[in-house]
Nanobody, 130 residues
Framework: QVQLVESGGGSVQVGDSLTLACVAS????????MAWFRQAPGLGREFVAA????????????YSDTVDKGRFTISADNGANTIYLQMNDLKPEDTAVYYC???????????????????WGQGTQVTVSA
């Protein structure tokens, strides 16, 4: 069983930046695709970004059409079994619990769909105040 642990959340002001991290307890085929989702109060969980490992060091990245990818950047440190979400120019609507997710390799998986992931972290709260 792979454990995912998120960190880096907090309470910030509008326009601030945060970097979230998600560490996987081990790197296996079950963490070939890792992603960030978020859930705002009263709303469903939505996809933010994903990264797919290619070979030993390569990655492909994917971003939600509804999340401003110009402000968010996902990256991976394969050696550390860690992914990051750099969030800049934060806005109140970014307030949510941010979850890390992982799944095994697949060329056809819909990386945008939460049902495709079988490992989840506990989440880290991000609160943005005006």
């Amino acid at each position: 069983q792979v454990q995912l642990v998120e960190s880096g959340g907090g309470s910030v002001q509008v326009g601030d930046s945060l970097t979230l991290a998600c560490v996987a307890s081990r790197r296996t085929f079950t963490t070939a695709i890792m992603a960030w989702f978020r859930q705002a109060p009263g709303l469903g969980r939505e996809f933010v970004a994903a990264v797919r490992r290619i070979g030993g060091t390569g990655t492909n990245t994917f971003y939600s059409d509804t999340v401003d990818k110009g402000r968010f950047t996902i990256s991976a440190d394969n050696g550390a079994n860690t992914i990051y979400l750099q969030m800049n120019d934060l806005k109140p609507e970014d307030t949510a619990v941010y979850y890390c997710a992982a799944r095994g390799p697949s060329e056809t998986a819909n990386v945008f769909a939460q049902g495709q992931y079988n490992h989840w972290g506990q989440g880290t709260q991000v609160t943005v105040s005006a």
